[in-house]
Nanobody
Framework: QVQLVESGGGLAQAGGSLTLSCTAS????????MGWFRQAPGKEREFVSGISRSGPTQYNADSVAGRFPISRDNIKNTIYLQMTSLKPEDTAVYYCASSLRQFTIPTTPEAYDYWGQGTQVTVSS
């Protein structure tokens, strides 16, 4: 089993920045890709960004491309999502997830095996 704990959510103004962190514990050697999803009220959970164990391979949704760089520290078993140029439409609960699938960065929730509890991000206009 792998446990994921997110931190760093909160309230920001449009144009501002927030950084989310997610730390994995337990059988971390079993997971490859880690990523972020978000879910706004009344909407489906959507993929935001993902990163492979090796780091160089990343994938970002079009809605956040160029604004939300993702990084990973394998020593700390932690990934980071640096959210910049925030928009009110970025308001959602952000979830960290990890996948047992190797050599790929899935973009659908069903492909991820472990989830954090979620952290609220609210962007005011």
């Amino acid at each position: 089993q792998v446990q994921l704990v997110e931190s760093g959510g909160g309230l920001a103004q449009a144009g501002g920045s927030l950084t989310l962190s997610c730390t994995a514990s337990g059988r971390t050697f079993t997971i490859d890709a880690m990523g972020w999803f978000r879910q706004a009220p009344g909407k489906e959970r959507e993929f935001v960004s993902g990163i492979s164990r090796s780091g160089p391979t990343q994938y970002n949704a079009d809605s956040v491309a160029g604004r939300f760089p993702i990084s990973r520290d394998n020593i700390k078993n932690t990934i980071y999502l640096q959210m910049t140029s925030l928009k009110p439409e970025d308001t959602a609960v952000y979830y960290c997830a990890s996948s047992l699938r190797q050599f790929t960065i899935p973009t659908t929730p069903e492909a991820y095996d472990y989830w954090g509890q979620g952290t609220q991000v609210t962007v005011s206009s």
